[in-house]
């Protein structure tokens, strides 16, 4: 059992309120968090003083590319299709499972140290992906990313095996997009999802081009789309979920789907502002991801919160628009339950062991009028002091134990970037 003691508690089972109070973890799970008064103290096997620190659930990346780590700034500046299409895919169609496994542990590396506990990820090579979280002990949900030409059996095949290959591995079903796929495999997907009861995912409306297509391709939006074959039957959501009309929105309230908002990427790319305030208004429900590293640059949640409220306040003209706790929840809890990790969503007792401790003695976390704001508005990676997945202390105090050298792990990653790209 380890105790974190001395501090505050943010359990997020309802809001953003914060507890004095301790945290205990037995194994992989939560054990007490909140008051600790009166509680006949078992005996540790460690005792974490957070001097005054504040433990959360970790953040939940809910959509990335984590091994993307290996095109970071390589071509940036660019409109997503050209950047996507003349730059991307042809170095995508040079990938390894050995360098897919090295990108990612990189990526880990970042996730850690920014109090990120969890991936919903969507990429090539998914036994390599599966093997570099595996080793570093990082959660991880994987998304199905089928486009045209590939074979519909892959989605059954890896769906049977990532869902009980390992504790920390997850599988949804998933397509690319609808603008790489054709209708024959979205319906053999839409299937496969009723035959399993399983919700499914794609990446949605992230731009005008994209959605103008589609209403050119089937008279109507990729959510429309998606809905008329039944892809959506069994749940699922969408990722990026920009150019939304109504009607969009509508569909994902009416069927409890979730929209996952990635501020950056979507701001870099000039992508558009999602409408992040009528989904709320609507009660649609809300996660937030990074998307890849080359696309965003940074696979960092606190700037991805920061950017969530202010665009809506700015593309609104309105300041109240999207409050900073609405957010931190959608950061946290709300991304565990879009990537069905129920276990992971809270501080609560019984619940995985996925947490970060925040040094609220940083300069920019006080005074602590109020924490989810500070975390929102003023937070950065610099706050993180330690993250503990499935009770496992893998980042403290700027130091990883992740089972290698992170050094090396920085090298391998750079080793297979020249030979990739070419420098």
């Known amino acids: 059992m380890i105790r974190l003691y001395n501090g505050y508690v943010m359990p997020m089972a309802a809001d953003c309120s914060?507890?004095?109070?301790?945290?205990?973890?037995?194994?992989?799970?939560?054990?007490?968090?909140?008051?600790?008064?009166?509680?006949?103290?078992?005996?540790?096997?460690?005792e974490i003083d957070l001097r005054g620190g504040l433990v959360i659930p970790g953040f939940k990346n809910a959509h990335t590319h984590s091994a993307m780590t290996f095109l970071r700034s390589y071509a940036d500046d660019l409109p997503l299709q050209s950047w996507l299409f003349d730059k991307v895919f042809p170095l995508e169609a040079k990938l390894t499972p050995e360098a897919v496994y090295a990108f990612t542990r990189l990526a880990v590396l970042e996730y850690l140290a920014g109090g990120i506990t969890a991936s919903f990820d969507m990429y090539f090579h998914r036994d390599a992906y599966a093997s570099a979280n595996i080793d570093m002990g990082f959660r991880s949900v994987i998304c199905g990313a089928l486009s045209a030409g590939d074979p519909l059996n892959t989605a059954a095949d890896d769906y049977a095996k990532f869902n009980k290959l390992h504790p920390l591995i997850g599988y949804r079903l998933g397509a690319h997009a609808e603008y790489t796929a054709d209708e024959g495999l979205l319906r053999g997907i839409s299937e496969l999802a009723h035959e399993l009861k399983a919700p499914f995912w794609a990446h949605n409306s992230e731009t005008k081009n994209e959605t103008d297509g589609c209403f050119e391709r089937h008279g109507m939006s990729p959510t429309a789309y998606f809905e008329s074959l039944g892809l959506f039957d069994y749940g699922g959501g969408g990722f990026h979920c920009v150019w939304f009309d109504d009607k969009d929105i509508d569909i994902f309230a009416r069927r409890g789907l979730w929209a996952v908002t990635c501020p950056a990427s979507n701001a870099k790319l000039a992508s558009g502002i999602a409408p992040l305030s009528r989904f709320a208004a609507r009660g649609v429900k809300l996660a937030v991801g990074t998307d890849g590293p080359s696309s965003n640059n940074a696979l960092d949640m606190f700037r991805e919160m920061y950017l969530a409220c202010v665009l809506q306040k700015l593309a609104l003209s309105d300041a109240a628009a999207c409050p900073a706790e609405n957010i931190l929840?959608?950061?946290?809890?709300?991304?565990?339950?879009?990537?069905?990790?129920?276990?992971?969503?809270?501080?609560?007792?019984?619940?995985?062991?996925?947490?970060?401790?925040?040094?609220l003695d940083e300069p920019g976390m006080r005074p602590l009028h109020a924490a989810a704001k500070n975390l929102v508005y003023a937070g950065t990676r610099s706050c993180v002091r330690l993250t503990m997945i499935a009770g496992r202390v893998l980042y403290e105090d700027g130091e990883y134990f992740v089972g290698d050298d992170p050094g090396r792990i920085i090298a391998e990653a750079e080793r297979y970037t020249r030979e990739i790209c070419g420098q």
């Open 18 to 46: 914060i507890v004095p109070g301790e945290v205990w973890t037995d194994g992989d799970v939560i054990a007490l968090a909140g008051d600790a008064e009166g509680r006949e103290r078992p005996e540790f096997e460690r």
């Open 329 to 359: 929840l959608a950061a946290s809890s709300g991304g565990a339950r879009a990537m069905g990790l129920p276990d992971c969503d809270s501080l609560v007792p019984g619940k995985q062991a996925d947490l970060a401790v925040i040094d």
